[in-house]
C-alpha cells in the first residue's frame, strides 16, 4: 500500500480522474509470483484475461509462462487472437447461435480453441451448426462444485462427454469455478469442494473410454489450495491486481495490490457528504464485507455509498478532505473498475507512465461494433 501512496502523493496534479492506475513493479511481481506458485505445484497456468482486458498485460503474463489464457465471450478471444493468441480457452457455456458459430470458425483459423459447454442441449447445437470434427476445436465440460452457477453435477460429467464424444465432439476434459470460495472465511472449503468435484468428473469420463487431459480449477481467493492431485491448469484472473476483498479475506497482503482508482474529491458543502468523481459508471456496485464500494489506501475513508456518477466518501476517523484533493481508491472489485476504463495508466517506480489500451468494453457493445 505505501508503493500506492506514494505513488499519489508523486503523480497527484497528474491524474485526470477518474482514472485506473496500475502499479507496474506490483503487477509483474503478482504475475511472477503466480507463476512461480504454478511452475512449483506442476499445474500449467491459464490466467483469466477478463480482469485486465489488455493485450499488453496478456504479453506479460505468456512471456512468464503461461500455457494460453482463459476468456468469458468470443469478443475478448478474438481481440486476443488478433495479438497472436493461439491458445484459449471460453470457460463459459457459449450458445452456438449462428453469428456465434461462424466466429468460432473463424478464430479456429488461427486458435487451438476449448470451448466449456455444461448441456445436452449445447452439444446438439454445436453439432447442429458444423462444428463437429472441427480441428482444432475442443470442449471442456464445466461442471458445478457448490458455487451454484452453471456446470452439471460431477456425476453427470461422464454422461455429458460421452454424449458429446459419440456425437463427433473432441472433449479435451472438465472444469469448475469456486465461485462459492468468495464469501469470507470460504475459500479453503470451496478449493477443497472444487478438487473432489473435478476428482469425481475426471473419473466419471474415464469411466466412459475418454481420458481428461484438461483438469481446470480456478481463481483467485482459491489458488493456494487449487494445485491438488489429479488437477492439471489454474485460471485465476484477478491475481494480476488483487483488491481491497482479496486482502480483507487474507488472500493477499496490501503490498500485493497494483491498481487503484485515482478519483478527486469534488463537492463537500458545509452539511453535506464527501462527494468523489467515482460512482457506479467508474466501479460497478460491488461491496464488500462491510458494505464499502472501496476504500482509500492507507485509511483516510471508504464509499458507502454510489450514484452512477457521484462516490459518497466517508472519511471515517481521517479528518474531511478538501475539495480538490486526488486520492487513491481501491476498489472492492477491480475487474468492474477495468471494464468501464479505456486505458490503464501503468506508473513504473522511476516516474514513466506507460498507457495500456483496454481493449473490451463489454460484450454489448462488442456486438454493436461488429453489426
Ligand atoms: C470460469 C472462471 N474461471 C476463472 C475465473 C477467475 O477468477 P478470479 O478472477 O477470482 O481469479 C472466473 C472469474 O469470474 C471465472 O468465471
Same mark, same amino acid.
Given at each position: 500500500? &505505501?508503493?500506492?501512496? %506514494?505513488?499519489?502523493?508523486?503523480?497527484?496534479?497528474?491524474?485526470?480522474?477518474?482514472?485506473?492506475?496500475?502499479? +507496474?513493479?506490483?503487477?509483474?511481481?503478482?504475475?511472477?509470483?503466480?507463476?512461480?506458485?504454478?511452475?512449483?505445484?506442476?499445474?500449467?497456468?491459464?490466467?483469466?484475461?477478463?480482469?485486465?482486458?489488455?493485450?499488453?498485460?496478456?504479453?506479460?503474463?505468456?512471456?512468464?509462462?503461461?500455457?494460453?489464457?482463459?476468456?468469458? &465471450?468470443?469478443?475478448?478471444?478474438?481481440?486476443?487472437?488478433?495479438?497472436?493468441?493461439?491458445?484459449?480457452?471460453?470457460?463459459?457455456?457459449?450458445?452456438?447461435?449462428?453469428?456465434?458459430?461462424?466466429?468460432?470458425?473463424?478464430?479456429?483459423?488461427?486458435?487451438?480453441?476449448?470451448?466449456?459447454?455444461?448441456?445436452?442441449?449445447?452439444?446438439?447445437?454445436?453439432?447442429?451448426?458444423?462444428?463437429? +470434427?472441427?480441428?482444432?476445436?475442443?470442449?471442456?465440460?464445466?461442471?458445478?462444485?457448490?458455487?451454484?452457477?452453471?456446470?452439471?453435477?460431477?456425476?453427470?460429467?461422464?454422461?455429458?462427454?460421452?454424449?458429446?464424444?459419440?456425437?463427433?465432439?473432441?472433449?479435451?476434459?472438465?472444469?469448475?469455478?469456486?465461485?462459492?470460495?468468495?464469501?469470507?472465511?470460504?475459500?479453503?472449503?470451496?478449493?477443497? &469442494?472444487?478438487?473432489?468435484?473435478?476428482?469425481?468428473?475426471?473419473?466419471?469420463?474415464?469411466?466412459? +473410454?475418454?481420458?481428461?487431459?484438461?483438469?481446470?480449477?480456478?481463481?483467485?481467493?482459491?489458488?493456494?489450495?487449487?494445485?491438488?492431485? /489429479?488437477?492439471?491448469?489454474?485460471?485465476?484472473?484477478?491475481?494480476?491486481?488483487?483488491?481491497?476483498?482479496?486482502?480483507?479475506?487474507?488472500?493477499?497482503?496490501?503490498?500485493?495490490?497494483?491498481?487503484?482508482?485515482?478519483?478527486?474529491?469534488?463537492?463537500?458543502?458545509? +452539511?453535506?457528504?464527501?462527494?468523489?468523481?467515482?460512482?457506479?459508471?467508474?466501479?460497478?456496485?460491488?461491496?464488500?464485507?462491510?458494505?464499502?464500494?472501496?476504500?482509500?489506501?492507507? /485509511?483516510?475513508?471508504?464509499?458507502?455509498?454510489?450514484?452512477?456518477?457521484?462516490?459518497?466518501?466517508?472519511?471515517?476517523?481521517?479528518?474531511?478532505?478538501?475539495?480538490?484533493?486526488?486520492?487513491?481508491?481501491?476498489?472492492?472489485?477491480?475487474?468492474?473498475?477495468? !471494464?468501464?476504463?479505456?486505458?490503464?495508466?501503468?506508473?513504473?517506480?522511476?516516474?514513466?507512465? %506507460?498507457?495500456?489500451?483496454?481493449? !473490451?468494453?463489454?460484450?454489448?457493445?462488442?456486438?454493436?461494433?461488429?453489426?
Amino acid at each position: 500500500m &505505501d508503493r500506492i501512496i %506514494d505513488a499519489v502523493r508523486q503523480h497527484r496534479d497528474a491524474f485526470d480522474t477518474p482514472a485506473v492506475v496500475v502499479l +507496474g513493479e506490483v503487477l509483474r511481481e503478482n504475475i511472477a509470483r503466480m507463476q512461480a506458485f504454478a511452475d512449483g505445484h506442476g499445474v500449467a497456468l491459464r490466467p483469466h484475461v477478463k480482469t485486465h482486458k489488455s493485450v499488453d498485460i496478456g504479453r506479460m503474463q505468456l512471456a512468464a509462462g503461461a500455457s494460453g489464457i482463459t476468456v468469458s &465471450d468470443l469478443h475478448q478471444a478474438e481481440v486476443f487472437a488478433a495479438d497472436g493468441v493461439d491458445d484459449i480457452f471460453l470457460a463459459f457455456p457459449l450458445w452456438p447461435s449462428a453469428p456465434k458459430a461462424a466466429r468460432v470458425r473463424r478464430l479456429l483459423e488461427t486458435v487451438d480453441l476449448k470451448l466449456g459447454l455444461d448441456s445436452h442441449e449445447a452439444v446438439d447445437a454445436t453439432v447442429d451448426r458444423g462444428l463437429a +470434427g472441427v480441428d482444432r476445436l475442443e470442449l471442456v465440460i464445466e461442471v458445478d462444485c457448490g458455487g451454484r452457477r452453471s456446470g452439471v453435477a460431477p456425476s453427470a460429467a461422464g454422461d455429458l462427454a460421452r454424449y458429446a464424444a459419440d456425437r463427433g465432439l473432441e472433449v479435451a476434459g472438465v472444469f469448475t469455478y469456486p465461485g462459492h470460495g468468495w464469501a469470507l472465511g470460504a475459500a479453503e472449503g470451496a478449493a477443497h &469442494d472444487q478438487t473432489a468435484a473435478l476428482a469425481a468428473a475426471a473419473s466419471g469420463l474415464r469411466e466412459v +473410454g475418454i481420458e481428461p487431459r484438461i483438469v481446470s480449477a480456478g481463481s483467485t481467493p482459491t489458488f493456494a489450495w487449487s494445485a491438488a492431485p /489429479g488437477i492439471t491448469e489454474i485460471r485465476p484472473g484477478e491475481y494480476v491486481f488483487f483488491s481491497m476483498d482479496h486482502c480483507d479475506h487474507g488472500i493477499c497482503s496490501p503490498d500485493e495490490i497494483a491498481l487503484f482508482v485515482a478519483t478527486t474529491v469534488v463537492s463537500a458543502g458545509p +452539511g453535506n457528504p464527501q462527494i468523489i468523481d467515482v460512482g457506479t459508471m467508474a466501479i460497478g456496485r460491488e461491496v464488500d464485507d462491510r458494505g464499502h464500494y472501496g476504500r482509500i489506501a492507507g /485509511g483516510g475513508g471508504a464509499v458507502t455509498r454510489v450514484n452512477e456518477y457521484h462516490g459518497f466518501l466517508d472519511p471515517g476517523e481521517s479528518p474531511p478532505h478538501p475539495i480538490g484533493t486526488v486520492l487513491p481508491l481501491i476498489p472492492t472489485h477491480s475487474c468492474t473498475a477495468v !471494464q468501464n476504463a479505456s486505458e490503464l495508466l501503468v506508473l513504473e517506480a522511476d516516474g514513466t507512465v %506507460d498507457r495500456f489500451p483496454v481493449q !473490451q468494453l463489454g460484450p454489448m457493445l462488442a456486438a454493436r461494433e461488429r453489426s
